[in-house]
């Protein structure tokens, strides 16, 4: 369990929860970011620090939610916190890769057995942001390291100051627990840029070896399993694309503030939120289009065996008719009449094969004047 309190441009990390609740101790809004063992083992204490802080628990619906590895990414709200549970799209390495529990674990090449598509669940609270990842949170300590790093503390021990390079916007401390939330997710699905690598390069060796004459292509059945793994994974993304669309919706509906320095950071959350949602469109895209370009490789592949056939049935149609006169001439001299012209010649037979020879000839420069025996490159 990582416990982050955040107020202005000041960044501390608890080590319990026990403090916090004191009244008056959270002077900012708190960042719980627990793994699902965590959560689970931690629940009583976690909804003890929410009723102190914020006057309200998690309902019992949306624990089992956040506890549940493999719910799809959708939004649910109350009237004292939203939950938004999202699905992410990572490459696993190692040992995470053998453990992930992840729905495509099982089919597709090793790029795809790769792909850990879990759910990291979120609780927006006015004054707290509960978040709930896998085992090993890796984008968990990812976003912690930096958080940390946009607020270094000063040498002396005072506060906290913001990042010398005002350029860096994505190193600000977020102003609010929705603004951390998007910002973690912004975080989960710039991540799929490695394993969108890894895609395209293993999908583009099978382009090469369907395109190739030369090659013998055999591995169908990965083919087969890579196309129902990307489509899986695109449903996953509009599965992300909806939720956080309807947290757009939800958080439009809500009244406008009075103040200016409210509606300035709404307008901040709205831009924010539309930034991670474009991600997702791109993310969409991609899949979309690694999902055609797979259908295209196997039509591709098709179409060039198809144009070798008709290649090799043209030449050897083409070889037919120059030997169907040959082999007329041949049956009419080894027909058994007693008077058949030239057979009683001496130089009869090589009238015959001279006659066969030219209209070979003759027939093989025709077909050739009219490409029949041309090679399609």
Not at 253 to 274: D, F, K, N, Y
Request: include cysteine.
């Amino acid at each position: 369990m990582r416990i982050f309190e955040i107020s202005g441009p000041r960044v501390t990390e608890h080590s319990t929860l026990a403090p916090m609740a004191a009244p008056g101790a959270c002077a900012g809004y708190l960042w719980l970011s627990l793994t699902r063992g965590e959560f689970r083992s931690a629940l009583a204490e976690v909804q003890g620090i929410l009723q102190s802080i914020c006057g309200s628990q998690l309902v019992d619906l949306h624990v089992a939610d956040l506890l549940n590895d493999h719910l799809p990414s959708r939004y649910d709200y109350t009237s004292q916190y939203d939950v938004l549970v999202f699905r992410r799209l990572a490459a696993a390495n190692g040992q995470d890769a053998a453990g992930t529990g992840s729905d495509l674990q099982r089919v597709g090449p090793p790029v795809l057995q790769r792909i850990d598509t879990r759910s990291v669940g979120f609780a927006v609270f006015d004054r707290v942001l509960l978040s709930v990842h896998p085992d090993e949170g890796t984008v968990r300590d990812a976003f912690a390291a930096r958080l940390l790093n946009a607020a270094t503390p000063d040498v002396r021990g005072g506060p906290a100051a913001p990042a010398l390079d005002v350029r860096a916007v994505s190193a600000r401390v977020p102003a609010g627990p929705a603004d951390l939330m998007l910002r973690v997710i912004n975080l989960i699905v710039d991540a799929y840029l490695d394993l969108r690598r890894d895609l395209t390069r293993q999908l583009d060796h099978w382009q090469a070896e369907l395109i190739d004459p030369r090659s013998h292509f055999t591995n169908w059945s990965a083919l087969m399993q890579a196309r129902q793994a990307l489509h899986h994974l695109g449903e996953i993304c509009e599965d992300q694309r909806a939720a956080v669309q309807d947290w757009i919706d939800a958080f439009e509906a809500l009244p406008a503030p009075e103040g200016t320095a409210e509606s300035r950071e709404r307008e901040l959350i709205m831009v924010r939120s539309r930034d991670v949602l474009e991600h997702i469109q791109r993310v969409v895209h991609h899949v979309r289009r690694l999902e055609q370009n797979a259908e295209t490789a196997v039509q591709l592949h098709f179409s060039v065996q198809s144009h070798r056939t008709n290649d090799i049935m043209r030449i050897l149609t083409v070889l037919t008719a120059v030997f169907l006169p040959l082999n007329l001439i041949a049956g009419i001299f080894g027909m058994n009449f007693e008077f058949v012209p030239l057979v009683h010649k001496a130089g009869g037979f090589w009238i015959a094969m001279a006659a066969m020879a030219s209209i070979a000839v003759l027939l093989v420069l025709v077909f050739w004047r009219k490409r029949y025996l041309a090679r399609n490159k």
